[in-house]
């Protein structure tokens, strides 16, 4: 997978219709889905409980683009092997998650993948200068982890200016996650994201027989981040 800062949006399935996954997948991406993210919760480190290793091996043949696998779980590490053998081309797990954050990201790498870093709302950058060589993505949370559909919070647009200088010319994804919508997008892409996650913004008003609003939804997005 080579790197771009070219806009890519990565819907997330958690929207998507959990009986049909595979045709979803197939269709958003017929639509001009660049990634397609899968929200990974343990009803632990966040209120909400989804997607298993075998549920993301089952859609991986499904996927032609880039399967974004973001691990909302704690502990982490014992995992990660396990959502490697599913196929996920990147595993972001939280910062919050674990005390040994440099070695969770060396163990993702080890598996093979690219290795992501998520932040909450409430984590500041400070803890992440150290770890700005060990990551190929740094996941700024818009919302609080756990459920879709919520309100994105305006103060994480400054964390994103701050956190694109403090990347400088490394090749590191920003990645956005939380209430992205043709309002919002436009402000964390100009403060420096790259890869926007869309759940309902994506998949609202389409269907698996009746796709077209998918490409609608993601063309807006991207035509508000151009003007």
Request: net charge negative.
């Given at each position: 997978?080579?790197?771009?800062?070219?806009?890519?949006?990565?819907?997330?399935?958690?929207?998507?219709?959990?009986?049909?996954?595979?045709?979803?997948?197939?269709?958003?991406?017929?639509?001009?889905?660049?990634?397609?993210?899968?929200?990974?919760?343990?009803?632990?480190?966040?209120?909400n409980l989804t997607f298993g290793p075998p549920l993301c091996k089952a859609i991986r043949k499904h996927i032609n683009t880039v399967m974004d696998v973001h691990l909302m779980i704690s502990p982490v590490d014992a995992y990660i092997?396990?959502?490697?053998?599913?196929?996920?081309?990147?595993?972001?797990?939280?910062?919050?998650?674990?005390?040994?954050?440099?070695?969770t990201l060396q163990a993702i790498r080890g598996a093979g993948?690219?290795?992501?870093?998520?932040?909450?709302?409430?984590?500041?950058?400070?803890?992440?200068?150290?770890?700005?060589?060990?990551?190929?993505?740094?996941?700024?949370?818009?919302?609080?982890p756990g459920f879709g559909g919520q309100k994105f919070i305006h103060s994480q647009v400054e964390k994103v200016r701050k956190l694109r200088a403090m990347i400088g010319d490394r090749p590191i994804h920003i990645e956005i996650d939380g209430g992205v919508t043709?309002?919002?997008?436009?402000?964390?892409a100009e403060a420096g994201a790259d890869v926007l996650v869309a759940g309902s913004a994506v998949f609202k008003g389409g269907s698996v027989s009746n796709p077209a609003p998918y490409g609608d939804n993601i063309r807006a997005i991207k035509a508000a981040v151009a003007g």
């Open positions: 997978m080579s790197f771009d800062r070219s806009l890519k949006i990565a819907p997330s399935i958690l929207s998507a219709d959990f009986a049909n996954f595979g045709q979803e997948i197939e269709a958003v991406e017929a639509q001009g889905a660049d990634w397609i993210h899968v929200d990974v919760m343990d009803g632990h480190f966040v209120p092997d396990a959502y490697a053998d599913a196929g996920a081309d990147i595993l972001t797990a939280h910062l919050e998650a674990g005390n040994h954050t440099h070695r993948c690219k290795a992501g870093l998520a932040l909450n709302p409430g984590t500041g950058l400070e803890d992440i200068e150290y770890l700005l060589d060990m990551v190929d993505l740094v996941c700024i949370m818009t919302v609080n043709p309002e919002t997008a436009p402000l964390v």
